[in-house]
Structure formats: C-alpha cells, structure tokens
C-alpha cells in the first residue's frame, strides 16, 4: 500500500527581485520519508523549503500540504520547521527549557500555562536531543552544535508530523552530528515524514530514503540516495553564470537517468525505485 502523500509541489516557480531563483519543480513526499534536499550553494534548497512552508510566495505552480493548498492551510501544529543558521541565543537570553517551551505554543490555547502534556512534550524532545541534564542552563551556555539541538528540540516538542530542516548538520561538530542523526532517527521511527536540506549527509546517511538534488533552480535528480561525492559531480554543480536573464531551456537541464523520467508528474516517491538506476554517472 502506498502512503498518502503530504507534501506535493506542482509546477512551482520562485522568483526574488525579479529573477528566477526556482523553475519548474514538480515533486510529492510521502507520509513517513525521509527526504534529503541536496546541491551546490545557490541551487534553491532553502527557497524550496521556504516555499513549501508558505515563507516564500510562489509565483507559478501551487504546494499542498496534507492535501490543501498552502493558500488556504490552517493545520501549522502539525508542521514543524527549523530554519538555516539560526541561533537559539539571538534576543533575551533565555534557558534551553524555555526555548524548547516556545514550540509547544502551538499546541497550547491562548495565554493558558503549560499543561502535564506540555511538559511532558517537552521534557521527551529534551530526552531525545540527549539535553535533559541542560533544561535549567542558558542557550548562550552551550555549544553552537548543541544550540542547534535545542532547536530541534523546539520543533520535536510541538510533536509534528512533518519536519523541515534547513541545514542543520552546517557548521556542527561530528558528535553533535550524530546526536542530531539520533534525535531524527526518533523522529522517523515515530513515523514522521522529514524533509532535510543538506549539503553533506554524514552521518544522517542512513535515515534518508530518497534525494532529490538541485541545480540552478531545477530539480536535477529525483531518487535513491546518493553517495556524498556524487552530488559534487559536474551535472549538479552550478552553471557558470549565476545571471538568468535568458528564459531557461528544458535542453540545459542535465539529462539523469529515471526515475525523474520516469512517473506522471515528474516525480518518483523513492518507494520501489531504489535500484540506483537514476545515479547520475550513468552507472546502473
Ligand atoms: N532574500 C533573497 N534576496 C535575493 N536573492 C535571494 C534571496 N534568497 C535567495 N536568493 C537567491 O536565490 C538563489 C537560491 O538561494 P537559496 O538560498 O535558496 O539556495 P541554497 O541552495 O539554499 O544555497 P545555500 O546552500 O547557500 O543556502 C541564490 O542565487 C540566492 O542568491
């Protein structure tokens, strides 16, 4: 059986200052993936994110969220969004338990305190980012890697079904790295749908089910994940001008084996097609 999909992008298109930053892209996840979003610096992974969490209007195309339209979408506690590079200390300082505390809200009636499953959310996210010994102490106290967990911390405590993360392995250390994969894997295994922006999987590698890759504001490669290096290869990299002032042509897209070719939509679930036919060297 397959699952229902929550996440369909159709036909969307970004454009910021006037220039195309996102074309054409067409994609679904599906309930319980674990998609990683990957390319070069530039390609519009996080424009995509923005745009499927409604932050960056569409200029063409249209994004559904569990069904509806993202216009008219009203369910947001059942997302959960960690953006790039943001810091967990930025403003009033404030403790790691307070901070994870602010992603209830949405769960929480207006100006009602912090109720038993409240605290109990809460305390679980603190458990599964490995920081319940660090509720009481400031954000400002920890590490930048550890930061970035409360983070997570925040989103897990608002219990979402689906997740998006921009980056958030960037610029943190190996164990942090894999406190974070552990965190996810939780995640996943509670069967939340995780869409990831990455630039190198580490040591998330093994919870991703499928990856779609970006270059120059199209969608490159739709399929079974690839090994780090192989995002580096000359078909995903940037294209020499970083001006689009041409309208783009479907003939500059790299041509990479199905499955992108291959289902109705332009988009391939990853459930089934992970035979590593769609590897962008050509090698089956
Ligand atoms: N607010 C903005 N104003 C102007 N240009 C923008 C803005 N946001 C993104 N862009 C441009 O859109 C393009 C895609 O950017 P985006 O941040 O989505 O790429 P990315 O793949 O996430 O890159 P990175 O890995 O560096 O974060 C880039 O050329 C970027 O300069």
Redesign the pocket.
């Known amino acids: 059986m397959t699952s229902p999909t929550v996440v369909t992008v159709d036909g969307a298109a970004v454009a910021?200052?006037g220039?195309p930053?996102l074309r054409g892209i067409s994609m679904e996840v599906r309930q319980g993936e674990f998609v990683a979003l990957m390319?070069?610096?530039?390609?519009?992974?996080?424009?995509?994110v923005r745009a499927m969490t409604g932050l960056r209007p569409l200029t063409a195309g249209s994004v559904h969220l569990f069904g509806e339209d993202l216009d008219g979408f009203h369910q947001w506690q059942r997302i959960g969004f960690v953006p790039?590079r943001a810091t967990a200390a930025s403003g009033v300082p404030a403790s790691v338990w307070e901070v994870v505390a602010s992603g209830r809200l949405t769960r929480r009636r207006w100006l009602r305190p912090l109720l038993g499953p409240d605290r109990a959310a809460i305390r679980a996210a603190l458990e599964v980012v490995g920081l319940a010994d660090r509720a009481r102490d400031g954000v400002t106290a920890l590490s930048g890697g550890q930061q970035q967990r409360v983070l997570i911390a925040r989103a897990l405590a608002g219990e979402p079904e689906l997740l998006f993360l921009d980056?958030p392995t960037a610029g943190v250390d190996l164990p942090n790295q894999e406190a974070l994969a552990r965190a996810l894997g939780v995640l996943k295994d509670r069967g939340a749908t995780i869409v990831l922006?990455a630039?190198d999987l580490g040591p998330l590698a093994p919870l991703v089910d499928r990856a779609l890759v970006?270059r120059d504001?199209r969608l490159a490669y739709d399929g079974a994940p690839l090994a780090d290096d192989a995002v580096h290869h000359p078909l995903f990299l940037e294209s020499h001008s970083?001006h689009h002032h041409e309208a783009p042509r479907h003939d500059h897209a790299p041509h990479v084996a199905a499955p992108l070719d291959g289902g109705v939509g332009g988009t391939a679930s990853g459930l089934g097609t992970g035979n590593g036919s769609g590897r962008p060297d050509g090698r089956a």
């Open positions: 910021i200052a220039r930053v390319g070069a610096n530039g390609s519009g992974k996080s424009t995509l790039q980056e922006v630039h970006m504001g970083h």
